[in-house]
């Protein structure tokens, strides 16, 4: 998302807005679910598409609150849940709501959290080390300062694919037995010895954090849990639109869909023929879309974005298995 101006939900584009809405193709008394709410970008971009109903959901009470002017421009037709986008059954089930016609979830932290300093996502300006979305639970300097080695070069080199993990690791812990880290720019600037200092346009904390943050609120398990349950919720002919920033959302997403839409292969030619479940996804292109030259040259953080759609079918929704997704307990820094 890129900043506009301060003050309301309009402040930020949300990236590759044209694509989202093509892939949703919003009509007329549709209902439909912006899962990942943040600043409202994808909300009123549907709203506008079309005369649809809105459900709007988002972990963050600050992203809740600034809603309310969004709200009161389409009266009746957008309300606001405040939850995690897995529970979206249950959120919406309070609305008497058990299908919706359009899904979009815009997986990572927004614009709005990383532009706040006293949020704690970003180093661009010093803050709390906290990056809790939902304010609730262990916060990142709870974890950087409690969690032992082994696990802190776990979190940054699995969920930060970053190369440097233990040197990073060694360093934080050699920094926080001389004194607490508790600030984002303290953080920063160890990683960045550990590391051997800036090499590229990239900053070295960058992985760190993104490890962090992705730890703290436990994403990865959070979008495996609300692509499952998406596909509950979706009728048949319903569309599902999802936009990842790295590597790790983009497999699991990609995996899902794969594994839905009957993209996973052929049998062995060694073992027997077993039919699986039927696909419960068309895919609505093959692969992922990314965000255009013009929009990257205006907004630089959709550099990194992928689009991924698919249309619901008729089939009954599969079990989830988080492990075939790549969701495995290490990921989450457990021995």
Same mark, same amino acid.
């Given at each position: 998302?890129?900043?506009?101006?301060?003050?309301?939900?309009m402040r930020h584009?949300?990236?590759m807005?044209?694509?989202m809405?093509?892939?949703?193709?919003?009509r007329?008394?549709?209902?439909?679910v912006?899962c990942?709410? #943040?600043?409202? *970008?994808?909300?009123?971009?549907?709203?506008e598409? %079309?005369?649809?109903?809105v459900? =709007?959901? &988002?972990?963050? $009470?600050?992203?809740?609150a600034?809603?309310?002017?969004?709200?009161?421009?389409?009266?009746?037709?957008?309300?606001?849940?405040?939850?995690?986008?897995?529970e979206?059954?249950?959120l919406?089930?309070?609305?008497?709501?058990?299908?919706?016609?359009g899904?979009?979830?815009?997986i990572?932290?927004?614009?709005?959290?990383?532009?706040?300093?006293?949020?704690?996502f970003?180093?661009?300006?010093?803050g709390?080390?906290?990056?809790?979305?939902s304010?609730?639970?262990?916060?990142?300097?709870d974890?950087?300062?409690?969690?032992?080695?082994a696990?802190?070069t776990?979190?940054? #080199?699995?969920? *930060?694919?970053e190369?440097?993990?233990?040197a990073? %690791?060694?360093?934080?812990?050699? =920094?926080? &037995?001389?004194? $607490?880290?508790?600030?984002?720019l303290a953080?920063?600037?160890?990683?960045?010895?550990a590391?051997?200092?800036?090499?590229?346009?990239?900053h070295?904390a960058?992985?760190t954090?993104?490890?962090?943050r992705?730890?703290v609120?436990?994403?990865?398990?959070?979008?495996a849990?609300?692509?499952?349950?998406a596909?509950?919720?979706l009728r048949?002919?319903g569309?599902?639109?999802?936009?990842t920033?790295?590597?790790?959302e983009?497999r699991?997403?990609?995996?899902?869909?794969?594994?839905r839409a009957?993209?996973?292969?052929?049998?062995?030619?060694?073992?027997?023929?077993?039919s #699986?479940?039927?696909?419960s996804?068309?895919?609505l292109?093959?692969g992922?879309?990314?965000?255009?030259? =013009?929009e990257?040259?205006?907004n630089?953080?959709?550099?990194?974005?992928k689009l991924?759609?698919?249309v619901?079918t008729?089939?009954?929704?599969?079990?989830?298995?988080?492990?075939?997704?790549g969701?495995?307990?290490?990921?989450?820094?457990?021995a």
């Open positions: 998302m890129m900043s506009m101006a301060s003050g309301d939900t584009v949300p990236v807005c044209a694509e809405l093509e892939a949703l193709k919003p007329d008394g549709e209902i439909h912006d990942t709410f #943040g600043a409202g *970008g994808y909300s009123r971009a549907i709203l598409a %079309a005369d649809t109903r459900y =709007a959901i &988002d972990r963050d $009470p600050e992203a809740i600034a809603g309310a002017a969004l709200v009161a421009a389409f009266p009746g037709r957008l309300t606001l849940l405040h939850g995690r986008f897995a979206m059954e249950t919406l089930a309070r609305f008497g709501i058990t299908r919706v016609d899904m979009v979830l815009d990572g932290v927004s614009s709005m959290q990383l532009d706040e300093a006293e949020r704690g970003s180093f661009a300006k010093d709390p080390l906290d990056m809790r979305m304010r609730e639970g262990p916060s990142a300097a974890v950087v300062n409690g969690a032992p080695y696990q802190l776990r979190i940054i #080199g699995v969920l *930060g694919e190369h440097h993990a233990r990073i %690791a060694r360093a934080i812990e050699k =920094a926080r &037995d001389k004194s $607490p880290i508790l600030t984002t953080l920063a600037e160890i990683v960045s010895k590391t051997g200092g800036p090499k590229g346009r990239i070295p960058t992985r954090f993104q490890a962090l992705i730890h609120n436990r994403e990865l398990e959070e979008l849990q609300g692509l499952a349950a596909e509950r919720l048949p002919g569309r599902l639109a999802v936009i920033f790295h590597s790790l983009d699991i997403v990609k995996r899902f869909l794969a594994e009957g993209q996973t292969g052929g049998p062995s030619r060694h073992a027997p023929d077993v #699986g479940p039927r696909p996804f068309s895919l292109f093959k992922h879309r990314e965000a255009s030259e =013009a990257v040259a205006q630089p953080r959709a550099r990194s974005a991924r759609a698919a619901r008729e089939a009954p929704a599969f079990v989830l298995d988080e492990d075939a997704l969701v495995k307990r290490i990921a989450w820094g457990h």
